[in-house]
């Protein structure tokens, strides 16, 4: 009985590690599926491992569980290094991309998790490195004076300089890396080393379950003039993840049912942000007939055709991105700040858009706070604003 159980267990695992190469893969990756060429080495074991260990115990969605100094996300495998607090053989989709991550100089304390974030400290709390398990794969490091960090990258890793970011290649996987106060950014061989004053260095890529479009990499411009405000990932399950860009911005998640989501979205500085969301219609609902409508303190906020106009907007606005029939990508940019309400709502196509919707209130779940903030709380312990139902 046991052997038939654990057969079962393989089997299933195997099946489950189809589900975000078959089911979540979209044009964010060229379109098509991750063949057994691209799923290679250490990441590939870990991804397979991952999901043996995630399907037996009932774990779907994004979050991180954890074995023998290994992390499995739904998107992202990893080690740590306990010794020098290097980030091993970090993998997305079974995609090896660094064989390693490393911030000269940090004397590792830690390395603690919740839900869909691990954050690795060093011990006197000047850098912390965040590794999100979501769709963009998001990589923060954080630190308080100047850093030097190192990304060694994987067999077949390309990199590349495109102004004054780092574009990373993996088969049909793009990514960016950027950093503000950069002082400089050297590419030889197989490592990327960028050196930066305190602030925070960035890798994300481009959404793994959603069409590849130019915006993304604008996006990660936008990082260095602290006009990125946020990242909100809402998937399977209802589990959501929320990274910050900005150290001014904060985020709380109220209900999330059928037909409508509610943010309520803080920032003490008031000028304008963009604020980017990977959807899927496991949480919300949609079909054909419907449409999306955003709503900024209870007022239908302004629809813009393309990327480019958002970015060029003056008036808070959004932009949306279909990816097939249950994903979508939507950014907006909200002019001014004190504390805005953000309604996402699935309507019937005709629908009239009224000046004011009443919404029930909900229970807000606050966000990550920005990186000074982190890194000043994690003195004490790492705060996480990653939450998942």
Do not use: C
């Amino acid at each position: 009985m046991r052997w038939l159980i654990k057969t079962t267990a393989f089997l299933l695992a195997v099946v489950m590690l189809a589900v975000p190469v078959l089911g979540q893969m979209g044009g964010g990756m060229g379109g098509g599926m991750m063949d057994d060429e691209m799923m290679r080495g250490k990441a590939k074991d870990m991804m397979i491992r991952g999901n043996e260990m995630r399907s037996s115990q009932g774990m779907m969605g994004m979050g991180f569980m954890h074995s023998q100094g290994s992390s499995y996300g739904n998107y992202v495998t990893f080690s740590v290094d306990t010794n020098t607090g290097a980030v091993m053989d970090y993998g997305i989709l079974g995609v090896t991309v660094f064989d390693s991550i490393k911030v000269a100089g940090f004397n590792f304390k830690e390395s603690k998790s919740e839900g869909a974030l691990t954050g690795i400290i060093n011990r006197d709390g000047s850098v912390v490195i965040q590794l999100h398990d979501n769709p963009a794969s998001v990589i923060n490091i954080g630190t308080k004076a100047a850093a030097t960090v190192t990304f060694d990258l994987a067999d077949g890793v390309k990199a590349s300089k495109e102004d004054n970011m780092v574009k990373i290649e993996a088969g049909e996987l793009t990514a960016f890396i950027v950093s503000t106060n950069t002082t400089s950014i050297n590419i030889a061989g197989k490592e990327v080393r960028i050196e930066f004053n305190r602030g925070n260095a960035v890798f994300r890529a481009l959404p793994v379950n959603m069409q590849m479009d130019g915006m993304n990499q604008r996006f990660m411009g936008e990082m260095m003039s602290n006009r990125a405000g946020a990242e909100v990932s809402v998937g399977i399950s209802d589990k959501y993840s929320i990274v910050n860009y900005s150290e001014n911005m904060n985020i709380m998640m109220g209900s999330i049912n059928r037909n409508r989501m509610r943010m309520i979205i803080n920032s003490t500085d008031p000028s304008g942000k963009f604020i980017i969301m990977n959807l899927d219609n496991s949480s919300m609902m949609w079909s054909q007939g419907q449409r999306i409508r955003l709503y900024l303190d209870n007022m239908p906020m302004r629809q813009v055709m393309t990327s480019d106009e958002l970015y060029n907007a003056r008036d808070s606005s959004f932009w949306l991105n279909m990816s097939g029939g249950n994903r979508m990508q939507a950014m907006m940019y909200i002019a001014n700040f004190s504390e805005r309400v953000v309604d996402i709502v699935v309507e019937e196509e005709g629908t009239p858009t009224p000046a004011g919707t009443p919404v029930k209130t909900p229970v807000p779940t606050p966000s990550t706070p920005g990186f000074e903030i982190v890194l000043g709380v994690l003195g004490a312990g790492l705060a996480y604003g990653l939450r998942r139902r």
